[in-house]
């Protein structure tokens, strides 16, 4: 939620980022958890998350580099993928993951709009629908991101209809991505 156009930043808990999806990099599971699971002295390892990558998808890992304009950090719009699941992970500093949930016409909702701070070695994985938007707290942030193929090459296309990116957009109309404006917020300086 903003207060005059300021969007706290929230910790990332498991309960606080349940509307959205799930936080990735909890403690391990106890042993009658009914997650798989592993440990010895020289590894533990479990199931985080069963990642869905929608019907007939396949997944990809992208290597993601997300770089700061500095302060303050705006936010316009948002970005929705309808077919599938998205996990990002910063691995070399903090980013903030603005979200916000789809409402009834399918628009970024934004009575849902919260921003949560992830710090390296953490994650989330958000719903398919999840409206979201990513800002680095450093001058450039490396995430590890698990998506869907298509949809990577969809927002591609549709990232790439503006001009910017000196490519040309040659699949028409996405189809499973879409970005909208929202009323410009600006996220309040992290604690």
């Not at 009834?104 to 701070?117: E, I, K, V």
Request: glycine residues 8%; aromatic residues 6%; charged residues 20%.
């Amino acid at each position: 939620m903003t207060k005059d156009g300021l969007l706290s930043i929230h910790e990332l808990t498991p309960p606080s980022f349940t509307p959205y999806g799930w936080m990735l990099g909890k403690p391990m599971p106890g042993e009658n958890d009914g997650v798989p699971r592993f440990s010895n002295p020289a590894t533990d390892f479990w199931q985080e998350h069963v990642f869905d990558a929608g019907p007939g998808g396949a997944t990809e890992i992208l290597w993601v580099n997300y770089r700061s304009s500095g302060s303050p950090l705006p936010v316009d719009s948002l970005e929705m993928h309808r077919l599938t699941q998205q996990a990002i992970v910063p691995l070399n500093g903090d980013i903030v993951q603005i979200v916000a949930s789809s409402g009834a016409d399918g628009n970024p909702d934004p009575s849902t709009l919260a921003a949560f701070r992830i710090p390296a070695g953490k994650g989330i994985c958000m719903r398919s629908r999840c409206w979201h938007a990513t800002r680095a707290l450093a001058p450039e942030v490396a995430c590890l991101m698990l998506t869907r193929r298509s949809t990577t090459a969809d927002l591609i296309d549709l990232l790439a209809a503006d001009g910017s990116s000196g490519r040309t957009a040659n699949k028409g109309e996405p189809r499973e991505s879409a970005i909208a404006s929202i009323p410009s917020v600006t996220l309040a300086p992290p604690a």
